[in-house]
């Protein structure tokens, strides 16, 4: 974990209200793995950081995807090309497969979508299916960048493209046949809740990355806690910033 100055290069819109930041570092950045984050010094009358999921990276390069819900993501949609910032990164322990997850689910809500693109990146020699939802036509994003590695099924609340309904709702249609290893998911809470019911019920694992509010990010003050359940049942409280914020979904309380 460093803090270091990134260099905004491209700024792009991707759907109302959704815009895709790409910064360059002139030093070498750190080893960064799928699903981690960085925190990310906004400027202005902003002094806590803002979290946002690792969407690509290189060795000096990150680019996120950022949804303008705020007044710190509205700073940063004011953001000019060649503006810097600073940024600690990675955070967090991002998303592991192991060598028995063959053929991997990947299940994205939204803006949720984002950190799931470099799961393939990370670990190419696996099987991807893709499952992604949003809102309505406009708000569709991604699904040139999921299609590179397996089929995606599109899904829209009101239909007005792909598959019409919840993603969970339609993926649960097809599960049975899809028969993934894992399914490894990021999105809302309530999508999150629907999720962990299909993990439930049809017993395969599934590993999420979810909605948590921050302070530090680095582990010392407990703004980011959140409940989760040990092996021997015991409810402790985790740091979603440092101990996630990738946790086995049915192991959390949402
Ligand atoms: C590990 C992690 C990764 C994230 N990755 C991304 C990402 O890749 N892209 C992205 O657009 N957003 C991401 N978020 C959410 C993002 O950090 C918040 O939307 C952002 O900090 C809001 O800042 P703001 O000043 O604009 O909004 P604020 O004024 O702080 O809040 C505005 C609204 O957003 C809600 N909000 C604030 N923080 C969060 C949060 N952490 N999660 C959910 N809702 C929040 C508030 O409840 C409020 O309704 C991530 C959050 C976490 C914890
Ligand atoms: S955000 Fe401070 S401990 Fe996690």
């Known amino acids: 974990m460093k803090d270091v100055k990134l260099k905004l290069t491209r700024k792009k819109t991707l759907s ?3 815009l895709e930041f790409e910064f360059f570092s002139d030093e070498k950045l750190p080893q960064m793995h799928c699903g981690q984050f960085l925190h990310l010094r906004v400027g202005g009358e902003f002094l806590l950081r803002r979290p946002f999921c690792l969407y690509k990276y290189g060795e000096r390069s990150v680019t996120l995807i950022v949804a303008v819900v705020g007044g710190g993501t509205k700073r940063m949609s004011e953001m000019k090309e060649g503006e810097e910032v600073m940024a600690v990164l990675p955070i967090g322990n991002g998303f592991t497969l192991e060598d028995e997850h063959k053929k991997i689910l990947l299940l994205g809500g939204g803006v949720g979508c984002a950190p799931l693109v470099s799961v393939p990146l990370t670990y190419p020699n696996k ?12 708000a569709v994003m991604f699904e040139d960048e999921f299609s590179k590695f397996g089929s995606v099924t599109v899904c829209t609340d009101d239909g007005s493209t792909g598959r019409k309904g919840y993603v969970t709702d339609v993926l649960r249609e097809d599960i049975e046949k ?22 439930a019920e049809t017993k395969i694992p599934a590993y999420m990355s979810g909605e948590t509010r921050m302070g530090c990010g680095v582990g010392a003050c407990l703004v980011c ?30």
């Open 16 to 18: 109302e209200g959704v």
């Open 225 to 254: 806690a959140c409940a989760v359940k040990e092996k021997n049942g015991t409810i402790v409280h985790k740091r979603a910033c440092v101990d996630g914020p990738v946790f086995k979904l049915e192991d959390v309380l949402l």
């Open 127 to 138: 099987e991807y299916v893709s499952y992604i939802g949003f809102s309505t036509a406009n």
């Open 178 to 199: 899809i028969k993934p290893d894992v399914i490894l998911t990021c999105g809302n809470t309530p999508m999150l809740k629907a999720a962990a019911r299909l993990s």
